[in-house]
């Protein structure tokens, strides 16, 4: 489940947003999440089911970020996605720290979820393995050694 | 023809109030309410009672309000603790209460037929199209007509309503919303049994009462969810007007075969459509 947009397919755009309990100000928070997001400002009172997945994604984070949380944890977001769209998640990813909040995503797509985290953490078999900046780690050859050359082929750029 | 068609929307109004209820408790709960229809049969009589001390007014109001109690009691103590258990199991949990209630209102109003008068107000008769019609019967579809645009309008633009709404297709996703989703759905299954009294009690003058009066309109009601589109609120009025329709027409036409037509009916629906007149959640 997590591993999935999971929006309100039966409810509207605004309506996905409208369910999160104890906002303060929720209009104004609404709005400004409309500006960020113009694409689900346009469809704001299309129901959430007819969104394409990437739109379905905005609006799961834009849904997450509306209680002015100070930290959102993601669980493996490009997971279900079409690998063309892949590069779009990460980009909009990156983005999400303007709203004042810290990202902590799990992710196998190692290299590509690297290229836009300040730190990372590579757990072999549980405990942490190896851990630094984005930049070490991309450049440390135990890194590629534990993970980023093996099991994720698919996706290593 | 105006007349049974007045008829079929009579009878389809008591099924629509009856079976949105039902649709409201599945949508939460997740539960086939079983007891639903000793829900209608304890309205009917409770509101037979105590119109027979204070009118009928007054039996309608306290009829609606014991059941909405009799409902938020129903959740606590029966489907917030089996919520983790196997589906079946509340349901047949739900089947027993059915039992139970019969023989309870049996125990106290007795087994014989009892009938209840409209209210005074409502007993007269409109000529249409040549025929008398009692203006009761249209009380009825107004009612039925009532309770369908309030509980729209209280699911489209209320909170809560979109909580319901919310909660209908995921209650786990809105939980983490921070919606207090037991109390919404103690909220719901009140308002649910609440209308199957509301049913049940102007359902009373039209219907000879016995305690066994839920089975019979419990089945079409099932007949009605299920073809409207399981938890779907808009299949479940324009299924329960047609099944009225066709439980009518049934009646006059092919009385001997009249309690099969609505279940062929949800057959060819299914068939044609196997989720339903409508897709659950729009």
Known sequence: ?157 | MLIQLLNGLVYGGLLYVLSVGLVLIFGLRRVVNFAHGSLYMLGAYIGYTVASLGGFWLGLVVSVFALTVLGALLDRFVFRPLQDEDPIVTMLVTFGLLLVLEDAVRTVWGKDFLTMAPPPSLSGVLLLTGTNFPVYRLAVIGIAILVAIGLSLWLRLSRVGLYVRASSVDPVTTGMQGVDTERLSATVVAIGAGLAGLSGTISAPLVALAPSMGGSILIDSFVVVVTGGLGSFTGAFIAAMLIGQVHNWGVVFVPSAAPMIPLVLMVLVLIWRPSGLVRAGA
């Open chain 1, 1 to 157: 489940m997590p591993q999935t947009a999971n929006v309100f397919p039966s409810l509207s755009v605004m309506e996905n947003l409208l369910v999160v309990v104890g906002v303060k100000r929720q209009k104004q928070r609404i709005a400004e999440l409309f500006d960020a997001f113009p694409q689900l400002a346009e469809h704001r009172r299309a129901r959430a089911g007819s969104l394409s997945g990437g739109e379905r994604q905005q609006l799961a984070f834009a849904r997450a970020l509306m209680p002015h949380p100070r930290m959102l944890v993601l669980d493996e977001p490009t997971a279900a996605l079409a690998p063309r769209k892949v590069a779009d998640a990460f980009a909009l990813i990156r983005g999400l720290p303007s709203f004042g909040v810290s990202i902590l995503v799990v992710e196998q797509r190692a290299r590509q979820s690297l290229a836009v985290s300040d730190r990372g953490f590579i757990l072999d078999g549980g405990p942490v393995a190896l851990s630094g900046t984005a930049q070490e780690l991309l450049a440390d050859a135990r890194a590629a050694e534990l993970y980023l050359g093996r099991g994720d082929r698919a996706s290593a750029d």
